[in-house]
């Protein structure tokens, strides 16, 4: 994720996708002359992710002395990776590790160059049931390990406590509803001072997407019914976006249309927003803004803890028997708690693995960070979104229809029936 810019950004276009070559595919299968194996791995991240992988590339790389990493990036954020790979892998040059986010795993994972780690992973140095399920679920495609988790989340409110307390307004509390959240982000708007209670994306994009699906499960929905062939979400989405309505009718909800909800958090970091869903990668720029924050899990319909998390991993592709044991290797180093907890208080993801949050550095660097258990603890009740190879357009059109409630242009039923009719044509294609 690149840290410091909101997670989902869509920066680059075409003419990016094509500016930079890959490796040439099982050319002399990455063996130098020197019998040191080289692997590409294209990242995407930006800034102090950047930065921080880097410096454990280098570390791996003085310590490995048979296998070189390269990380030289790929020429595109982690937004484009999906296209970038996509195209790399038609043209037949491709990377041998490439970070992918969890929803375009399973859609990715339908090349036959992407290595099955089921063996690796599960028998590996990181003992499998370490790693928090939403971690086991989002690299999981029918039954099979087919990518090493690179990095976690969740989703909670962070809000701003002065705010809050100029309006005279109680702060939330764990266990809160949405109905609750709704009366609270009323009170909070304030027209006249330019004052919203909170925000939402309304581009249309994952970002738009993502933050229902744990109003949906809550209230009882699935994202793909039990028979494959619908969505599962038909009522329960019309009720969850019903509170989507009610805070377009109070006027309290900042639409930001942009892609990735960039606008929308400087509204936040601004002071001029009471609260917004986020994950903890947010965390450093709201620390930066000087904004008197705190953080509460989610609200909820049911009175039962549900949050989405969001795994994104590092995805193996095959150049070769040399390269792709090579890359299995630095993947599988890079889950170790050693590594694993620099790279998460440097990237601001949260611990992959339960033995990283025991660690002496994490437990330290929770407790100086205001919120930060919160996201933690909210991976005990996380979900992740079905790594199946129909949801992308199962979330674009879900993302219309709330982009659709968000502008006032249609109704919340009528909204998700037109989702339904898109999602459940692309469902029933044979895949």
């Known amino acids: 994720m690149p840290y410091g810019i909101p997670r989902r950004r ?51 790389n003085r310590t490995h002395p048979s296998i070189r990493v390269d990380a030289g990036g790929g020429g595109v954020i982690a937004d484009a990776m999906l296209q970038k790979v996509t195209a790399a892998l038609a043209a037949g040059s491709y990377p041998d590790i490439a970070f992918i986010f ?44 087919r990518a090493a988790p690179a990095l976690l989340d969740s989703l909670a409110v962070v809000y701003n406590r002065k705010l809050f307390r100029e309006a005279g307004v109680p702060f939330p509390r ?13 009170q909070l708007t304030d027209a006249g001072r330019g004052v919203f209670g909170t925000g939402w ?42 509170t989507v309505a009610r805070l377009v009718r109070d006027k309290s909800v900042y639409v930001d249309t942009t892609a990735g909800g960039e606008q ?18 947010q965390l450093p720029d709201i620390i ?36 792709s044991r090579a890359a299995v290797e630095f993947v599988r180093w890079m889950a170790r708690p050693g590594q694993d907890v620099r790279w998460d208080i440097r990237a601001g993801s949260l611990p992959l693995t339960t033995a990283t949050g025991s660690r002496a550095e994490w437990q ?13 603890d909210a991976l005990r009740s996380a979900r992740v979104r079905p790594v199946h190879a129909a949801y992308p357009q199962i979330s674009q059109a879900l993302g219309e229809a709330i982009v659709s409630v968000l502008l006032g242009q249609d109704s919340p039923a009528h909204a998700v029936r037109r989702c339904a009719d898109k999602a459940d044509a692309a469902l029933r294609i044979p895949r």
Not at 109 to 137: C, H, I, N, Q, Y
Not at 264 to 281: C, E, H, I, K, N
Request: glycine share 14%.
């Open 10 to 60: 869509l920066l680059l276009g075409a003419a990016a996708l094509g500016a930079v070559g890959g490796c040439s595919a099982g050319a002399s299968d990455g063996v130098g002359a020197d019998g040191r194996v080289t692997v590409e791995l294209w990242h995407g991240q930006a800034d102090t992710a950047r930065k921080a992988l880097e410096s454990l590339v280098a570390e791996f």
């Open 102 to 145: 969890g929803a375009d795993l399973a859609s990715i994972a339908r090349s036959p160059r992407v290595v099955d780690l089921t063996a690796e992973m599960r028998e590996g140095p990181t003992p499998w049931s370490s790693f928090w399920k939403p971690v086991r679920d989002a690299v999981t495609v029918n039954g099979r390990v």
């Open 174 to 186: 764990d266990g809160w509803s949405w109905g609750e959240f709704a009366d609270t982000a009323r």
């Open 201 to 242: 994306p309304g581009a249309g994009d994952e970002d738009t997407v993502w933050r229902l699906w744990p109003m949906v499960w809550d209230l009882g929905g699935e994202v793909v019914a039990q028979d494959g062939k619908h969505i599962g979400f038909a009522d329960q989405g019309a009720e969850a976006l019903e």
């Open 264 to 281: 929308m958090y400087q509204v936040f970091l601004g002071g001029r927003m009471a609260m917004v869903a986020t994950g903890p990668w």
């Open 288 to 323: 930066g803004a000087d904004i008197d924050y705190g953080v509460v899990p989610l609200p909820t319909y049911s009175g039962r803890p549900v949050t989405i998390s969001g795994p994104d991993t590092w995805t193996v592709f095959d150049n070769g028997s040399a390269r």
């Open 364 to 376: 330290r660097h929770s407790a100086r960070t205001t919120g930060l258990d919160v996201f933690t």
